[in-house]
């Protein structure tokens, strides 16, 4: 049976075998400053900002093949080895486990789980007998391994081992995941590496990107990949405000959970939680709007201005940090909704005509609410927003182009995150604001290009 593609990618990881059966699978790690990707936390100096972050880059291209040598490694230890079954009738993977070890495996569905969970590895081999345990070390350090898959079929030669993935300080315990490995399906999904862009003890923002469930099926969305890029709370973590934090112990979620949702077509930051205090009190913020203030660039169709005269807007400029914004003021499904905005670029683009680069604030959190806004109040729908009118022409030529420059998707990315660090005080007991941005998408500027007028 041909491997799938998601077994043949982690199986490009496997480089050798030690003699107490320890498998190292290098995967690129990054661990950068909160400086690096713009998190900043107020009275904070370098030193206490700094950020420890993972990411996991798809191994199948030169970048990452090269920085693995430089990189540190994911360890998986084998726990037990079977020899081949040494007959003629090939048999099913789970069933296979079954006879193979009815202690380790004692019904169809716990094998069936054990394979789910990406622990079994399958050594394809010529002989069916090994003198020594050197030499059945050396086949499985081979690279004619899979990982078993619940409608893999046993061959007569077929060697069996079962895996299970060390512990580690950088992500969460394979007892808490579950699973061996990360979701690979979602990183080969994803356009650029999930970054980590600011973690503590307590939380954590990463960048979603964009054709990405925040929450969504299960080993296919964001959620899934936070315990493996991810640290887990340590026992000295604490949370709390003013000069009670220090005392205030934390319970530890059993993994990290996003705090709020963006659209599936939209990325950006992305705050996730890693205790239930951290859940409740961002929960809440994020619900009252009340110290958490969230940012978004957008590219839309034309020039933004005001079409809908229902719609409450005020030619009077209100100010956030040092730039001037218009406001929306029209409710959604008859609940308020309010929106800062300004226009930043204006340029002509093929095969768009006119296009606008769009900074927005939104000081509610209606759903869709500033795709609507843009749509109905403004007259400048999103780029690439086909359920409000921003789609792409249909032209087969156009498309192609689209395609070449990969500018698909929608232009739409949540650029920064600010609130209060209620878990996070300087010396006197103090809370910090802390403030995290992420450049726009390398599309934005493949689209805008260099004769943008920036206001």
Not at 115 to 123: G, K, M, Q, W
Not at 150 to 166: E, F, G, I, M
Not at 178 to 206: G, K, N, T
Not at 237 to 265: E, I, K, Q, Y
């Amino acid at each position: 049976r041909r491997p799938s593609a998601a077994s043949s990618l982690l199986l490009m990881l496997l480089t050798s075998i030690s003699p107490r059966t320890v498998l190292t699978f290098h995967v690129v790690v990054w661990r950068p400053t909160s400086r690096r990707f713009g998190a900043t936390i107020a009275g904070a100096d370098d030193k206490e900002a700094a950020a420890p972050a993972a990411i996991a880059r798809n191994s199948a291209s030169d970048a990452f093949a090269n920085a693995c040598s430089a990189g540190s490694s994911w360890q998986y230890e084998i726990v037990c080895t079977y020899p081949p079954l040494n007959r003629r009738v090939s048999l099913p993977l789970p069933k296979a486990l079954c006879q193979l070890d009815p202690e380790r495996f004692p019904s169809t569905s716990q094998a069936r789980k054990a394979v789910n969970h990406r622990t079994i590895l399958i050594t394809r081999s010529k002989c069916t007998t090994y003198s020594n345990d050197n030499e059945l070390g050396t086949a499985i350090s081979g690279r004619n391994n899979i990982i078993g898959e619940t409608n893999a079929v046993l061959q007569d030669c077929d060697v069996v081992s079962v895996r299970r993935r060390l512990d580690s300080a950088t992500c969460y315990p394979q007892r808490a995941t579950q699973y061996c490995d990360p979701p690979f399906e979602v990183i080969s999904r994803s356009r650029s590496p999930i970054e980590v862009l600011y973690e503590d003890d307590c939380i954590a923002v990463v960048n979603k990107p964009e054709s990405l469930d925040t929450i969504g099926e299960k080993r296919k969305d964001l959620q899934s990949m936070l315990p493996f890029i991810l640290r887990p709370p340590t026992t000295t973590a604490h949370f709390g405000a003013g000069r009670n934090a220090r005392s205030s112990a934390v319970t530890p979620l059993m993994l990290p959970r996003p705090v709020h949702r963006l659209d599936r077509a939209t990325s950006g930051c992305v705050l996730v939680a890693k205790t239930k205090e951290a859940m409740s009190r961002y929960s809440q913020m994020f619900a009252t709007r009340c110290g958490m203030q969230k940012s978004y660039m957008a590219i839309v169709l034309g020039v933004p201005k005001l079409v809908d005269v229902s719609a409450s807007y005020s030619d009077e400029v209100v100010h956030v940090e040092g730039k001037a914004f218009f406001t929306v003021d029209y409710p959604i499904e008859g609940k308020d909704a309010v929106t800062l905005w300004r226009t930043v670029a204006t340029c002509s683009s093929d095969p768009w005509g006119t296009i606008s680069l769009v900074h927005l604030i939104p000081k509610t959190g209606r759903n869709h609410q500033i795709r609507r806004h843009l749509r109905y109040c403004l007259g400048s729908a999103i780029v690439g927003d086909a359920k409000y009118g921003g789609a792409v022409h249909s032209r087969a030529e156009k498309m192609e182009q689209l395609e070449a420059r990969n500018d698909k998707g929608m232009f739409l990315c949540s650029n920064a995150l600010s609130f209060e660090g209620t878990h996070n005080t300087d010396d006197h007991g103090e809370e910090r604001r802390i403030s995290v941005q992420t450049p726009l998408p390398e599309k934005f500027s493949a689209i805008l290009g260099q004769d943008a007028y920036r206001t």
